[in-house]
């Protein structure tokens, strides 16, 4: 299957710093979603973004993407130690887009 | 507020037996999906089902088999438990992607996942 592909594969910073991730996927989209996952736990949807937007934000994230380039970046701003988790984009699965692909996801890690 | 459960956080089996992970949401939900989760290969998915008694194989079906005979309850089912079925099991519903407006692939909600050891 065609997934999508975080990068980079694992970011460190400090509190109050801000954390990007970018995401690239291969086919056209109806809309590209953020999830966070915390170690060894189930994955927590963040935000959703439509093929026609160009950028959404949500409290201290901002999520844009760039349909022509087939990417979207994850920017988390003043970045807490409460942020460190694993971070994952996901496009539809298959023609019914019912399901979805997931990437390897980016790992952050913001220290106190 | 909304909750996908799993049956067991960790599972400890031998090789040939036959394994059901049991997943259930309460937010009458359509759609339900199993993945599973390995270092360095992320999330893949192994089957969902958009419908009671309907399943449709996702990446990794091999070895797997479901069943969804309450809108409810989605099992996955390991006929016989080999080692390299060792991962971590994350089962996930979300609403139907509605087609009549062509509209977005809904949110997914995880439960906490099942660790599974295979020895």
Same mark, same amino acid.
């Given at each position: 299957s065609q997934q999508g592909e975080e990068d980079p594969q694992a970011l460190s910073i400090q509190e109050g710093? #801000?954390? @990007?991730? #970018?995401c690239s996927y291969k086919t056209s989209i109806n809309n590209l979603q953020w999830y966070r996952q915390n170690s060894g736990r189930g994955l927590v949807h963040l935000i959703l973004i439509r093929s026609n937007e160009r950028e959404k934000h949500s409290g201290r994230l901002r999520v844009t993407l760039d349909t022509s380039k087939k990417s979207s970046s994850l920017l988390i701003t003043a970045s807490r130690a409460a942020? @460190?988790?694993s971070y994952f984009c996901a496009t539809a699965w298959g023609p019914s887009g019912y399901a979805l692909n997931f990437g390897k996801g980016t790992s952050l890690l913001v220290t106190p | 507020d909304v909750k996908v459960t799993q049956s067991s956080r960790y599972l400890v089996k031998r090789t040939g037996e036959k394994v059901f992970l049991e997943c259930v949401q309460d937010m009458d939900h359509e759609n339900m999906?199993?993945?599973r989760q390995d270092p360095g290969l992320g999330l893949r998915l192994i089957y969902f089902s958009y419908d009671v008694k309907m399943k449709?194989?996702?990446?990794?079906?091999?070895?797997?088999?479901?069943?969804?005979e309450k809108k409810e309850r989605f099992s996955l089912i390991l006929e016989s438990a080999?080692?390299?079925?060792?991962?971590?099991?994350?089962c996930a519903s979300s609403l139907l992607r509605s087609r009549r407006t062509g509209g977005d692939s809904y949110e997914q909600y995880f439960?906490?996942?099942?660790?599974?050891t295979v020895t």
């Open positions: 710093e #801000n954390a @990007t991730m #970018n942020d @460190t988790a | 999906f199993w993945y449709e194989k996702g990446d990794i079906p091999e070895g797997y088999s479901v069943s969804r080999s080692t390299n079925q060792t991962s971590m099991y994350l439960g906490p996942g099942t660790r599974l």
